[in-house]
C-alpha cells in the first residue's frame, strides 16, 4: 500500500518556464510534508518542506503547494534551469521520525 | 564538517558472503537512519538510531540484518548470507532530534551488487 505517490516517472520543460511536480498520500495523519532533490550517484538533498497547517510555502524559486481536502501536494519551480535536472521526491511524515517516499519524478530541463 | 560520509561507495559480492557498510553521520546529530532505495522506488526506512540506542526497526529488516551504533557515533549496518534481493543502494540520513522540517542529510550512499 504506498502512501506517497508520485504518478509521474518523467517530466520534460522548456528552460524557464514552470516545472510542476505532483505528489498525493493517503494518510491524513501526515503532518509534515518535503521535497528532495536528488542526482545521480549522491544521496538525497532537502528542498523545501511544508506544514499541514500551512497551505504554501515559497524559497526562492522553489514553492511548495498543499492541499489537504485532495491529499495532494505539488512543487513549482519557477524559472526551470539546467541545474534542475534531477530526480524530485516527496517525503511526508507523522509524528513519529520516518519519513514515507514516494517513487520520486524524474525532471529533465531541455535547452 | 563534511557531511554525511559512507563507505564503501561500491560493494559487488558473491551470493551468501557477508558484507558490512559504515556511515559516518554530521557530528552534531544524535539520529542516525539507514534507508534502502531500489531501482524506480523512493527510499525505504530500516532502522534509525538515537545516539547509541536502535529504537525502531521495519519489517523489511530481515534477521540476516544488523545494525549497530556504537558510541553513537558512526553506524554499521551488516548484512549476513548475501541474497540478489538485498541488491540495492543502502542510504545513511542523520539529524538533530526531532527536526523533521529541515529534513534529514543523507550520505551519497553504498550501492550493493551481489551476485
Known amino acids: 500500500d504506498q502512501q506517497v505517490k508520485q504518478n509521474s516517472p518523467s517530466l520534460s520543460v522548456q528552460e524557464g518556464r514552470i516545472s510542476i511536480l505532483n505528489c498525493d498520500y493517503t494518510n491524513s495523519m501526515f503532518d509534515y510534508f518535503l521535497w528532495y532533490k536528488k542526482y545521480p550517484a549522491e544521496g538525497p538533498t532537502f528542498l523545501i518542506s511544508i506544514s499541514s497547517i500551512k497551505d504554501k510555502n515559497e524559497d526562492g524559486r522553489f514553492t511548495v503547494f498543499l492541499n489537504k481536502s485532495a491529499k495532494h501536494l505539488s512543487l513549482h519551480i519557477v524559472p526551470s534551469q539546467p541545474g534542475d535536472s534531477a530526480v524530485y521526491f516527496c517525503a511526508a511524515s507523522g509524528s513519529n521520525y520516518q519519513l514515507i517516499w514516494g517513487a520520486g519524478t524524474k525532471l529533465i530541463i531541455k535547452p | 564538517d563534511t557531511g554525511v560520509s559512507q563507505n564503501p561507495r561500491h560493494k559487488i559480492t558473491k551470493r551468501g558472503q557477508n558484507v558490512t557498510f559504515r556511515c559516518d553521520p554530521i557530528s552534531e546529530h544524535n539520529r542516525l537512519y539507514w534507508y534502502r532505495q531500489t531501482l524506480g522506488q523512493g527510499p525505504e526506512f530500516l532502522t534509525y538510531?538515537?545516539?547509541?540506542?536502535?529504537?525502531?526497526k521495519s519489517r523489511l529488516l530481515s534477521d540476516r540484518f544488523s545494525a549497530e551504533r556504537p558510541k553513537g557515533s558512526f553506524s554499521t549496518l551488516e548484512i549476513q548470507r548475501t541474497e540478489q534481493g538485498d541488491s540495492a543502494m543502502y542510504l545513511c540520513?542523520?539529524?538533530?532530534?526531532?527536526?523533521?522540517?529541515?529534513?534529514?542529510?543523507f550520505g551519497s550512499g553504498t550501492r550493493l551488487t551481489v551476485v
Open positions: 538510531f538515537q545516539n547509541e540506542a536502535q529504537l525502531e
Open positions: 540520513a542523520s539529524s538533530p532530534q526531532g527536526q523533521v522540517r529541515e529534513g534529514y542529510t
